[in-house]
């Protein structure tokens, strides 16, 4: 079987040592991906740039792995306030349009740390 290989991106990290994503044969499982402006290292202060800055960083954890947004196959999210959904729902339906052909997602409410307004956590399924 495969080796399991550590996914970096320039751009975003974490305070521990862990991750972006760990990759294993075709199965590719990320830690948690916050909303960080790459530009400048620091929190994106809005909700709408946290969601933009997360996404972006998802689509460049998988093309670092090889694959792509169609690989996806399950999102969790956690959100500091649910009723702010909209604002999650419109990035989602930019990036997954397609009724007949989006991930599984599950939305929750966690206490984010650091004016965290959004994180998120994926799996995908390379190459198939």
Do not use: Y
């Amino acid at each position: 079987m495969a080796a399991r290989r550590s996914i970096h991106i320039p751009g975003f990290s974490h305070r521990n040592p862990i991750p972006a994503a760990s990759l294993k044969g075709n199965v590719l499982v990320s830690g948690g991906i916050h909303g960080i402006d790459p530009s400048t290292g620091g929190l994106a202060e809005t909700l709408d740039d946290q969601c933009r800055h997360m996404f972006a960083h998802v689509r460049a954890i998988l093309a670092e792995a090889g694959g792509g947004p169609d690989d996806i196959v399950s999102m969790t999210f956690w959100m500091s306030n649910r009723s702010q959904r909209p604002v999650l729902n419109k990035e989602w339906l930019d990036k997954f349009p397609d009724e007949r052909s989006r991930p599984a997602r599950h939305t929750m409410t966690a206490a984010l740390e650091g004016g965290m307004q959004v994180q998120c956590a994926f799996m995908a399924v390379l190459g198939g």
